[in-house]
Nanobody
């Protein structure tokens, strides 16, 4: 059973930084595409960033967020800089047992495994 556990969320002022971590157990981390999505109450989950053969970013976070994976630690990170109040969401880590390029990296329905989510709140 593959398990994903996120950590690192919290409250930060606008302009600040946070680093989210997602530790993966029970699977072969090195073969997975890893991603971060975020969701507000009552809204659809939206793509933030993914790492497959390439890194992909949502336009809204490009230049501010960086996804990085450490295969030796079975962990993927999301470094979030220059945070804005509109970045306030629950952030979810996701994993898929495929690697490819293109649209599939940004589609929530393509991911098989999910973490429980971590709240990020950015105050103005």
């Amino acid at each position: 059973q593959v398990q994903l556990v996120e950590s690192g969320g919290g409250l930060v002022q606008a302009g600040g930084s946070l680093r989210l971590s997602c530790a993966v157990s029970g699977g072969t981390f090195s073969i997975y595409t890893m991603a971060w999505f975020r969701q507000a109450p009552g809204k659809e989950r939206e793509f933030v960033a993914s790492h497959s053969w390439d890194a992909y970013y949502a336009d809204s976070v490009k230049g501010r967020f960086t996804i990085r994976r450490d295969n030796s630690k079975n962990t993927v990170y999301l470094q979030m800089n220059s945070l804005k109040p509109e970045d306030t969401f629950v952030y979810y880590c996701a994993a898929a047992s495929w690697r490819t390029t293109g649209w599939r990296n940004k589609a929530a329905e393509e991911y098989e495994f999910w973490g429980q989510g971590t709240q990020v709140t950015v105050s103005s």
